[in-house]
């Protein structure tokens, strides 16, 4: 009986001791198993890119060989993870008062403040140049007294832009002076060092390893052309991707050798995305290069950008955000990341959003104190009151002639007439050199002259050929042309392609340039005629004639890419001077129509007919109507051909002199591929006019993420490697058919 017992008591146990055993023996690996995979588990409905301060999980190297175990230990959670979140601006330009959709600099403060109070992230704030200079309130110290206002905010890093050469380079050097955190640009260098840091390691929390962000700045070599020449001699700024390489192999070479391992990683480019930028030097450019550089795989890759004054928010491969928030602090941008993932979760803080705010109380006093001081200084009176909008939008100044333009011209050709040994016979000015309206019913002030004019250029006069004139306004309008977000051409108000905007546009005076933009970028202009002093009728220009051209001496210098200018030069007052000087005598009704497609004249080549007759223009600097700015009483001038010296008309502008526009940059619509009754047609008000890349790409946006953005707008996220192990659902199933078997043949036996 004892006997019975003993033998079904052993029996029982075995029944039930096997499927217990078993599994016992398969749990560790099951458990292990599904601890990689919680790391590698992603959410395809999630709205957020997650990422985290601490240090994430990255793929072994092939010398690290990690036991299940020893993961399972790593990764357990000690504390709650906190988020990442950079704070970024780019081309502020001078906004330090509030204004209209604009945030300020007191409301900024702000913004940064309350991200800052979140105990729950690691808040970097950054900016991508171009902050100084801009506005007059700005431009009157220099830039010097916004410096000190960063500092106040607490700016971890900066990237250098090209305007902050404007004020010269001693001035730069100034800003590394006062800036309390680091100005960085690696590719700036003088004689064959760097002028500027690298790259900085910024330590948010001094008490988590990894954490750290490698901070490197990058300034588009568009810098030499697009400050003042005088500005960046013995200046030159080297290949952007190439650059920001090497750092990286530096910091990463430098990592190594003490045992550090950087996962984060900012890149701040003043590069952009306008469409005239050579591709190599595009922001989105590096963004994608950087994207495909292995000693980044795995890291987290941000890249703020800046220069082109663009809304953009895009992802490349796997780990680079990339953003730009616009310019003007019409935005601020913010970069979240969640833990684990390396793609950002972009988003804007808008103006309409900030105003809602209270502003900082100390930032709010240094911006009061800069505009009493500034305002008492500049609320002098020009004009009592404006009969006319003088149009400065950048959409307009950049791509056509405007009223703006002809009235800043035609400043420097009155002064030439006398200012110079040999007086003016054309004279011209750079459309990104124009930067404000001025508005129609309110007096004109010296804060608004200079704020048309911020950059404090004086007026230079050159002498010049016929046909160094014919090249110069073949570089004009060689810029590619606008399409909008379907990809159709833009047409202005004639029906005619319009150009991209260009700061390089050129708004003249004494001259008419008759021209098409549905030829390519080289054969665009069609005529050009010079005004003859004496007679007031324009003549044919003659391409081996001296004429001397007044301009500013930023063009004078060969900026703006105008290489076929230079040379000796007589020097006059500043332009604004001259600007003042000219609006208090002028007749500023003659200036009444916005784009008065006068003297830069937009015609289609195929139904052109060059006018016959001859007439006389009224003199700008003289009162009364200016024909020239009224189509509709201008007289018919002859418009001529540009020809060679003893010929006769018959040699086309196409066959003389070189294409100034970059190679393969150039968009080249012969009439035949237009499609003009697809194309979208702007409207003449000259407010915004056509499709900017600017315009399309702006999103209103508020501290909620973005769902979507214009452009490629990417917003995706990405987990970090897998390095977990997908055998342990195998392991389970052996273990439950182990255990199944078990038990059956204990039953089996039982019976």
């Known amino acids: 009986m004892v006997k019975e017992r003993r033998e079904r008591d052993f029996n029982m146990n075995k029944r039930f001791l096997l499927p217990v055993l078993s599994t016992a023996l398969l749990a560790p690996a099951f458990l292990a198993g599904q601890v990689y995979a919680e790391e590698n588990t992603s959410t395809s409905e999630a709205t957020e890119v997650v990422s985290t301060t601490e240090a994430p999980v990255v793929a072994a190297t092939p010398e690290v060989v990690t036991s299940p175990a020893t993961v399972a230990e790593e990764v357990a959670p000690q504390k709650e993870e906190q988020d990442t979140v950079i704070l970024h601006t780019n081309d502020v330009h001078g906004r330090i008062v509030e ?30 140049g171009d902050a100084f200079q801009g506005l007059p309130i700005s431009n009157s110290t220099k830039g010097e007294a916004r410096a000190k206002i960063l500092n106040e905010m607490g700016y971890d890093a900066m990237a250098v832009g090209n305007h902050e050469f404007d004020f010269g380079l001693d001035e730069v050097k100034k800003y590394k002076e006062i800036l309390n955190f680091p100005l960085l640009s690696s590719n700036t260098y003088v004689n064959g060092a760097r002028l500027f840091e690298a790259a900085t390691i910024v330590d948010k929390n001094k008490d988590v390893e990894g954490d750290e962000f490698v901070v490197i700045g990058v300034t588009t070599p568009e810098t030499a052309t697009k400050t003042h020449p005088k500005n960046v001699k013995g200046v030159t700024f080297t290949e952007p991707i190439a650059e920001v390489n090497k750092v990286i192999e530096e910091i990463q070479a430098k990592a190594l050798a003490e045992g550090k391992d950087y996962k984060h990683y900012v890149v701040l480019a003043h590069l952009g995305v306008d469409t005239t930028t050579p591709v190599e030097w595009r922001g989105s450019t590096l963004a994608e290069a950087l994207s495909k550089n292995p000693l980044l795989k795995g890291k987290r890759v941000t890249v703020i950008d800046g220069h082109s004054h663009t809304v953009e928010s895009t992802t490349y491969g796997d780990n680079v955000t990339y953003n730009q928030t616009g310019s003007y602090l019409h935005n601020v941008g913010k970069i979240t990341y969640k833990s684990r993932q390396l793609l950002g979760n972009p988003s804007l803080i808008a103006a309409a959003d900030a105003k809602k705010l209270e502003a900082n109380p100390k930032i709010e006093k240094l911006v009061k104190d800069i505009k009493q001081k500034y305002d008492a200084e500049n609320a002098i009176e020009v004009v009592s009151n404006s009969p006319v909008e003088l149009n400065g939008d950048r959409e307009n100044v950049r791509v056509r002639e405007t009223n703006l333009g002809n009235v800043v011209a035609d400043s420097l050709y009155q002064y030439g007439q006398t200012g110079f040994n040999h007086p003016t016979d054309i004279a011209v000015t750079n459309g990104g050199g124009l930067r404000e309206t001025i508005a129609k019913g309110k007096p004109i002030t010296k804060g608004n002259v200079i704020a048309v004019l911020p950059f404090g250029n004086t007026i230079s006069q050159i002498q010049v050929t016929g046909q160094q004139v014919f090249d110069m306004f073949k570089k004009s309008l060689g810029s590619i042309l606008q399409v909008d ?103 500023l009704t003659q200036y009444e129509k916005v784009n008065p497609n006068s003297r830069t004249i937009s015609v289609d080549s195929k139904t052109f007919k060059l006018p016959e007759d001859q007439g006389k223009e009224q003199d700008p600097a003289k009162p009364g109507k200016d024909s020239a700015t009224d189509p509709a009483k201008s007289e018919k001038d002859q418009a001529i051909i540009p020809t060679q010296p003893g010929k006769n008309q018959g040699t086309t502008p196409a066959n003389s002199g070189n294409d100034a526009t970059k190679p393969g940059k150039t968009q080249e619509t012969t009439p035949a591929k237009t499609e003009k009754d697809s194309a979208t047609k702007t409207t003449p008000s000259g407010k915004n006019q056509g499709t900017t890349p600017a315009q399309t790409s702006t999103v209103k946006v508020d501290y909620k993420v ?36 078990a038990l059956w043949t204990s039953r089996k036996q039982e019976k």
């Open 99 to 128: 204004e209209k959709g604009v945030i300020g600099d007191a409301k900024l403060a702000t913004v940064i403040e309350k991200e800052r109070e979140k105990s729950d992230q690691t808040t970097l704030v950054v900016d991508a």
């Open 485 to 587: 977000k379907a990809g159709k051409t833009v047409l202005d108000e004639n029906g005619q392609p319009l150009l991209e905007p260009s700061g390089g546009f050129l708004q003249i005076s004494g001259a008419k340039v008759y021209y098409d933009t549905n030829l390519a970028a080289g054969k665009r202009v069609l005529a050009i005629q010079v005004k003859n002093r004496a007679t007031g009728l324009y003549e044919k220009l003659d391409l081996g004639k001296v004429y001397y051209l007044a301009t500013n001496d930023f063009l004078a210098a060969g900026g703006d890419g105008y290489t076929m200018l230079g040379g000796a030069r007589e020097e006059g007052p500043s332009m604004d001077a001259a600007f003042e000087d000219y609006l208090k005598t002028a007749d």
């Open 706 to 741: 973005a769902d979507k953005f214009a452009n490629k707008t990417v917003v995706s996220e990405k987990l970090l490697p897998n390095t977990g192990s997908e055998q342990s659902i195998f392991m389970m199933l052996l273990g439950m058919i182990l255990g199944a078997t």
